[in-house]
């Protein structure tokens, strides 16, 4: 029975030494074939070849599941790994091709004359893939930092020096012709209340990149509320972008848009120089010179937009590309015309500005010789009271016989009376006071 006893351990001991072994053979044959796939065992090398994206329903989590394949001198069995994902899925980083993940500032519009369909952009297939027949695409991108900007210029060839300026903000208005695109890039304005005044102009840049297959790309750094109000027309079934051959006719109505807001914006600026016009002329206030100094201040803003932007519509309508339709062009030359229109605007706004502050100057001198010509006139009055004061007032008394006199206080005040309303009637026969 002792034996026995002892048996039992001894048999546990052996198994597990066998086990081990086992476990050191494993090891040494795994340690082989990474030195034979020349790979550091600390450290494998793993290619995602090939991603896969499952979702499990009801309460099952979701996975990742990608594989991780040998490397590419010597292939060897692919071992399938599973990533719970408990949490929303991370941002994967893959190549161009690869990517899945949904970009909320990344919306594409595709329309026609039937219809217009607007989606977020749910891989770069979405970007890449060709419109269908007779239907145009605008591609919107809110934001220059969205990886699938990066994508799009890639397939569409848009050279690194362009992508560097559309990333880039408080760029000129600028109109480049190139060999299968053509970039443009200009400025929204639009008037933000700010609770002084009739508040202040936003400068929103937008780049617009006209490409061929029908597609129209424009990038923003941030939501516009330029281009949401085209989005939003889009919709209408009567907008005539809508009815167009090609793209160039939604540039058109961007551009179109972009100019005749800055007309209710110079409207209201130039009914409140008339408000200041008024009350300088009731009362020369220093804080009215600085409205009028805000006011000369915006109108620069818009002069420094709107004269390259005119410069940018010329280079369009004068530009030899076939992406821009004759129609268009010739729809651009009236946008010029209202563009020229604004400039000159502005330069007489400017010009009503400086003559404020002129007026300001003339009023505020006026309101300053008034004061200094009442203050002469009271001095003017005293003058000979003080004379008459000076002289009874000297303490002589020998000669002075009118300081024995009963009633010299009262004839003292008789005389300066006398001479107040003298003063006075002869300041008032020549229009003086």
């Known amino acids: 029975s002792l034996c026995l006893c002892c048996a039992a351990p001894l048999r546990g001991l052996d198994a597990m030494a066998e086990f081990l072994g086992r476990l050191q053979e494993r090891e040494a044959t795994l340690r082989k074939r990474l030195i034979d796939a020349d790979e550091e065992p600390s450290r494998p090398r793993v290619r995602a070849a090939t991603i896969g994206l499952r979702e499990r329903t009801g309460s099952m989590p979701r ?37 899945c993940v949904t ?17 977020p952009v749910l891989s ?24 699938l900007f990066a994508s799009l210029t890639t397939h569409l060839g848009i050279p690194g020096v362009i992508t560097d300026e559309i990333r880039t903000a408080s760029q000129r208005p600028q109109a480049e012709i190139y060999d299968g695109f053509v970039h ?55 907008y005539r972008a809508r009815f167009a051959a090609d793209a160039s006719a939604l540039l058109f109505a961007m551009l179109n848009t972009m100019v005749d807001r800055c007309f209710p914006i110079l409207e209201t600026f130039g009914d409140k120089l008339e408000d200041l ?31 390259p932007t005119k410069a940018m519509l010329d280079a369009i309508d004068l530009a030899p590309t076939p992406l821009v339709s004759a129609t268009t062009r010739t729809f651009l030359r009236h946008v010029t015309e209202h563009a020229s229109q604004i400039i000159d605007m502005t330069e007489t706004y400017r010009e009503v500005g400086a003559g404020l502050v002129d007026l300001y100057s003339s009023a505020a001198q006026l309101d300053l010789d008034n004061i200094l010509k009442t203050l002469t006139m009271v001095q003017v009055v005293f003058l000979p009271l003080t004379f008459v004061a000076g002289v009874f007032g000297m ?39």
């Not at 399938?80 to 161009?96: E, F, M, Q, R, V």
């Not at 990149?209 to 029908?214: E, K, V």
């Not at 020998?398 to 006075?424: K, P, Q, T």
């Open 395 to 433: 303490n002589f008394t020998h000669g002075m016989y009118e300081l024995d006199w009963e009633f010299g206080y009262v004839n003292f005040w008789i005389i300066c009376s006398v001479l107040v309303l003298a003063i006075v009637s002869f300041f008032r026969f020549k229009g003086w006071w």
């Open 63 to 99: 996975r990742l599941t990608f594989d991780r394949a040998a490397s590419i001198a010597r292939p060897r069995r692919r071992e399938n790994i599973d990533i719970d994902l408990a949490s929303p899925l991370p941002k994967i980083t893959t190549d161009a091709d690869e990517i």
């Open 184 to 238: 443009i890039v200009f400025h929204a304005l639009s008037l933000q209340a700010t609770g002084i005044g009739v508040g202040h102009i936003v400068d929103e840049q937008i780049s617009v990149l006209l490409c061929r297959d029908a597609t129209l790309v424009t990038v923003e750094s941030g939501p516009t509320s330029l281009l949401s109000f085209i989005s939003d027309r889009l919709q209408q079934a009567q």
């Open 124 to 147: 770069t297939a979405d970007l890449t893939s060709v419109a269908p027949r007779n239907t145009l695409r605008w591609i919107r991108i809110q934001s220059a930092s969205s990886p």
């Open 277 to 307: 016009e008024q009350a300088i002329v009731v009362k020369a206030r220093a804080s009215l010179i600085k409205e009028v100094h805000l006011v000369k201040r915006e109108m620069l803003l818009v002069r420094r937009v709107l004269v």
């Open 103 to 119: 970009d909320s500032s990344v919306l594409v519009h595709e329309y026609s004359e039937a219809a217009c369909h607007t989606h």
